[in-house]
């Protein structure tokens, strides 16, 4: 084995972000998206530019997406933009050596990442996500890869036991890897099983991004009959889907009518704008985009049905995929990532119908940002041919290292109208919360991932019956949107069931709750009386299990309201004054530094 030094990920589109590894170790990992408060961001340059913070040289660059990045600078060099800052920032001097683009396995940078943190030593991986890389057909016809199963083993390697691209199809074939096992490929023009998903998202009048949100609308529909959204494991109803790869699909509504159950006729307003004459005809389109936007289409059954149906079914296919994966290979250790492993309504039913002895990890970091740690992890192990197993890692909390200090507190609330108190302890916080108030609470290094894990959180009372509509109403969410509860591990089971897990510390599981919980924290249990929890013990976060510590001892309820800080439609709080200009700009008052044991209450009664 051979030292590396310092390796950078990236992942350069969607959720874009950057990995910093040192000898195989994490240093940080950040998401530019937390950097340039921009949701969903893509092009790096802001945490490329972090890495300046760590290091002033890096060994390798590994650039990971689904595409090339050859599109040159329109400069003198003509390198791709990402080799190009890289160089101008003097991380590297020699591109041609340093610079390793993986651009043609996308999925195989969301499988490494899964496996290297599994714990496990052979592994295979299940990728579901919208559309991965991008391949050229022997007839010149492009496909995008949507699902893959993959044998992984130590140091570096990923045979390809399943693949399934969209594109131009139907065509099956199957092709044999240089070991001689055979690889499954699956090619058609159908919706792959999260293009669907996407698709029912915007349907439910939503971006396509947000497939988080018909999750959570999914237990407000009930079995119907509505078309099938998946006709078989190749993808999804072609009647029901238009699908233009890669960029997204689309319900048609032309033949069910159904589902065509609209507050007005959306094709009312086309008809009008034949005539721009008639003001007659103009008043009726005004009339038609008030009623557009006041008509909200989860309300109606045929989105909630819809909603329904999607995750019942696509559920079921991935289960399926793990199962064709543990029949082909015999290996009943599974990893999934990719989009579709933040569904935590399908990693808990995916507990109840694994096989005996099935043992499963679930990535945290499944969006596309985890790709450039997958890169960066892939490009570590290849390089360097370390054998050595990897503990299973659960530490998520890795953002870049904050300067948290009573000067930079107290001069950070006095630009938002705060009041600082100090010397706060947690009883006095948790009676602050017990008072109906919603307190943020800011330490240390940020989560990766999507959730929040109790460094960028935002705490209520679980207790109250309004606590869900009141928080929503605050965030700026949609009314049947589920909050989460953070749990002390050694009361979890007497409150959820985890269907023989014994923890959930990264929040990847929607669970039951055991029978007369959801009466005693209403706020947190949806509708269908499930929570996505976070377990929690003092040495995984001191400051925060302590804080629940001091709930339950207030109120015997060994849990709290836990919520990502931040506002609907923005990403989570990154830095001091990122969570204060939060505060200021909602109906939010309190923020705990529990290093610094201060308080700080934002006055929005005396703004400039």
């Not at 074939?173 to 698709?199: C, L, Q, R």
Request: charged letters at 25%; aromatic letters at 10%.
């Amino acid at each position: 084995m051979r030292k590396t030094g310092y390796i950078a990920g990236i992942a350069r589109g969607h959720n874009a972000g950057v990995c910093l590894l040192k000898d195989g170790e994490i240093v940080f990992a950040i998401e530019e998206e937390r950097l340039s408060r921009y949701k969903y961001d893509g092009g790096p340059f802001a945490s490329m530019i972090k890495i300046l913070d760590y290091t002033d040289k890096i060994d390798y660059l590994a650039i990971s997406h689904t595409q090339d990045a050859d599109e040159p600078l329109n400069d003198y060099v003509r390198q791709d933009v990402y080799t190009a800052l890289a160089r101008k920032l003097r991380l590297i001097e020699d591109p041609e050596t340093q610079v390793v683009k993986y651009h043609a396995q996308h999925h195989r940078s969301h499988a490494a990442l899964a496996f290297y943190r599994s714990g496990f030593e052979k592994a295979s991986a299940i990728i579901v996500d919208g559309a991965g890389t991008f391949v050229e057909r022997p007839d010149g016809q492009t496909m995008f890869e949507v699902e893959s199963i993959y044998d992984c083993a130590y140091p570096a390697t990923f045979t390809e036991i399943y693949k399934h691209f969209g594109g131009n199809g139907p065509w099956r074939t199957e092709h044999y890897n240089a070991d001689g096992s055979a690889t499954e490929v699956m090619i058609n023009d159908k919706a792959g099983i999260v293009k669907a998903y996407e698709a029912v998202t915007r349907f439910c009048g939503f971006d396509s991004i947000e497939a988080g949100k018909t999750m959570g609308l999914f237990p407000y529909g009930e079995p119907n009959k509505a078309p099938k959204i998946y006709t078989d494991s190749f993808g999804g109803n072609k009647h029901l889907f238009t699908c233009t790869y890669p960029n997204g699909a689309w319900v048609d509504e032309s033949e069910f009518p159904e589902i065509r159950d609209r507050i007005y006729d959306p094709s009312d307003i086309i008809r009008s704008a034949t005539d721009p004459d008639n003001q007659d005809e103009q008043d009726r389109i005004q009339e038609l985009l008030r009623k557009s936007d006041r008509e909200d289409v989860t309300l109606l059954p045929s989105r909630r049905n819809m909603a329904y149906n999607v995750q019942v079914e696509s559920q079921q296919l991935v289960l399926d995929l793990i199962l064709k994966s543990i029949e082909r290979t015999g290996n009943k250790n599974i990893v999934i990532s990719g989009g579709y492993a933040l569904n935590c309504v399908a990693n808990y039913f995916f507990l109840k119908h694994l096989p005996e002895g099935v043992k499963i990890y679930v990535e945290p970091v499944s969006n596309d940002a985890g790709t450039a740690m997958g890169a960066a992890f892939y490009h570590y192990y290849l390089t360097s041919q370390d054998n050595k197993l990897r503990t299973k890692d659960e530490n998520l909390f890795l953002g870049p290292v904050q300067n948290i200090t009573e000067d930079i507190i107290r001069e950070t609330a006095k630009k938002y109208n705060g009041n600082v108190t100090t010397d706060i302890d947690y009883k006095h916080v948790i009676k602050t919360i017990r008072n109906k108030n919603i307190v943020a609470l800011y330490q240390e290094r940020g989560e990766s991932g999507p959730r929040a894990l109790g460094n960028r959180s935002l705490m209520y009372d679980p207790t109250d019956p309004d606590g869900k509509d009141f928080v929503n109403l605050v965030k700026k969410r949609e009314y049947f949107r589920p909050f989460a509860a953070t749990v002390l591990q050694d009361d979890v089971h007497e409150w959820f069931d985890l269907r023989g897990m014994e923890d959930s510390p990264s929040m990847m599981y929607a669970v039951n709750c055991q029978p007369g919980i959801k009466e005693k924290i209403p706020a947190v249990i949806h509708v269908d009386d499930t929570c996505r929890i976070q377990t929690v013990t003092k040495e995984q976060n001191e400051h925060w299990y302590n804080l629940i510590k001091e709930f339950k001892n207030q109120t015997g309820v060994p849990a709290l309201f836990n919520t990502s800080f931040n506002l609907g439609g923005e990403p989570l709080v990154e830095t001091i004054d990122d969570a204060m200009r939060t505060l200021y700009n909602s109906g939010i008052n309190y923020i705990y530094f529990p290093a610094t044991k201060m308080l700080v209450n934002i006055d929005h009664n005396d703004r400039a």
